[in-house]
């Protein structure tokens, strides 16, 4: 039985075992010399944050456009190392994390608290935040100093 896998197990562990179809295996422990298998995560993208530039030439090129929410500091980890394109901190924050009924409750200090979160977790997508419900339906003006506010929190 020689195949691609056979092949790298047996250059990965040299000396672990003769061949995948041997009887007689040593097993991986640190006690015998042999290397345990590395485990790891699937390897993390190139570190370059995505931009509203980048995102244009994706859409240029034709490219997909990927966008996960999360809320929180291990999610934002996880999304980066994905690769994901765009993190979105939604106001469903409410439901999903703070078990509110609807989106309504959410304020812009809890909005904020998770999107610094959010923010510590990745550095690679570009992070969108909700404005939750009130924080803008007065007037423009409002609308920019809360948008502001996330920016400089």
């Known amino acids: 039985m020689h195949n691609v896998f056979s092949t790298y197990f047996r250059a990965s562990f040299p000396g672990s075992c003769r061949s995948l179809t041997a009887k007689r295996c040593r097993p991986f422990s640190s006690g015998n010399g042999v290397p345990k298998p590395k485990i790891t995560s699937a390897p993390a993208p190139p570190h370059k944050t995505i931009t ?45 994390e703070l078990g509110y009924d609807t989106t ?22 570009l992070i969108v935040s909700d404005l939750p419900f009130g924080s803008f339906e007065a007037s423009p003006v409002q609308a920019i100093q809360n948008a502001s506010r996330i920016l400089k929190e």
């Not at 812009?108 to 610094?116: R, S, V, Y």
């Open 104 to 125: 309504l409750p959410v304020t812009m200090d809890e909005m904020i608290h998770h999107c610094k979160a959010v923010t510590r977790g990745c550095r690679r997508p």
């Open 52 to 96: 509203i530039r980048t995102l244009l030439n994706k859409k240029r090129k034709g490219e997909k456009i990927s966008m996960v929410t999360a809320y929180d500091y291990p999610s934002a980890v996880h999304v980066d190392k994905a690769g994901i394109d765009i993190l979105l901190v939604g106001d469903s924050v409410g439901m999903v």
